[in-house]
């Protein structure tokens, strides 16, 4: 399993504290049209020793969902970023299909351990929820049915998956955050392990994958390790992280602070013989950080790399024995 971390911000100090404690990728959001702007985050990565393993946060695929007079052209610029990604070297975008929101939040300074601050979620307070998405923080936009996203969806994947093949790039989705059925007016599909199911069988490729959102999973109270066997090789992309509650209500913890056997959960990585980008997501806001973007803060990254990287050598331990 690959070592990936976010980088906010995304400075040589934190690249290179990164590379100290072992973490071998960084994902990157998309930094907007032209190969130049990839190659030059391609090249500051280099220069610490890391590789960048996908790109995902900003795509240009907000339109795509809604599936208005903007589709075409978002679909033109995405063929153009898998191309560049090709020609820079990443192997994984990672995307969601969550029409006008993206993921939301009702709380950013709820408490975990210590007084550490976590994001949560109560579905009575939606109407004070927060988008955590640059892109779709101020979108306006008429409600959309689940039949008009699978539609959506399937236009959208007929046209990259191909392009995805040609070019050695893999298509992670991401769960619905929360998974509810619908949301502010707007269904939501990606919000059950059948769904998945769907998923993958609309356009069958191994370029057509999942990003297995543990937290997002949990908050569908299903067994994360059972639903990582089920899912299997599907699963090309990891956010590692957990929840306390459910779909409805629930606030983020500490990656050792949950209810999730965490363990258990590396080993069915391993069982499934998953090797790709495994990242530490949404982590407490530490002390001195109160500051900083909800979830993206450095200091509780570093605790998280540290708990996971002890129960990867546990379970190769366990599983060479």
């Not at 619908?182 to 199911?197: L, S």
């Amino acid at each position: 399993m690959q070592l990936t971390s976010v980088v906010t911000p995304f400075t040589d100090e934190n690249l290179t504290m990164l590379a100290q404690i072992g973490v071998t990728h960084v994902t990157i959001r998309y930094p907007g049209p032209g190969r130049e702007r990839l190659q030059a985050l391609c090249d500051q990565v280099a220069g610490q020793g890391l590789k960048i393993a996908a790109i995902e946060g900003y795509l240009p695929i907000e339109n795509i969902k809604l599936g208005n007079e903007r589709f075409d052209a978002e679909i033109a610029e995405m063929k153009t970023l898998l191309r560049d990604m090709q020609a820079v070297g990443i192997p994984f975008v990672c995307y969601n299909f969550m029409a006008g929101t993206d993921w939301v939040r009702t709380k950013l300074d709820a408490r975990e351990r210590g007084g550490a601050l976590v994001t949560g979620f109560d579905v009575d307070e939606a109407e004070q929820a927060v988008s955590l998405s640059e892109t779709t923080r101020d979108q306006v936009s008429s409600p959309i049915t689940a039949e008009e996203l699978w539609i959506n969806l399937e236009r959208f994947l007929t046209e990259l998956v191909p392009v995805a093949e040609e070019c050695g790039v893999t298509l992670a989705m991401h769960p619905d955050d929360p998974p509810l059925e619908t949301f502010m007016g707007k269904a939501r599909i990606m919000n059950c392990v059948e769904n998945f199911e769907r998923l993958v069988q609309l356009v069958p490729s191994p370029a057509n994958a999942i990003c297995f959102c543990q937290g997002t999973f949990a908050e569908m109270g299903v067994d994360i390790p059972e639903t990582i066997r089920r899912l299997g090789s599907h699963i090309r992309y990891v956010h590692f992280r957990d929840i306390k509650g459910t779909r409805e209500r629930f606030v983020e913890t500490f990656h050792d602070n949950g209810p999730t056997d965490m363990y258990a959960a590396v080993q069915a990585y391993q069982e499934i013989g998953f090797t790709g980008p495994i990242r530490p997501d949404h982590v407490p806001q530490l002390v001195g950080e109160e500051a900083g973007e909800p979830g993206y803060t450095m200091l509780g990254r570093l605790h998280a790399f540290g708990y996971l990287q002890g129960l990867m050598e546990a379970a190769r331990k366990v599983g060479n024995s």
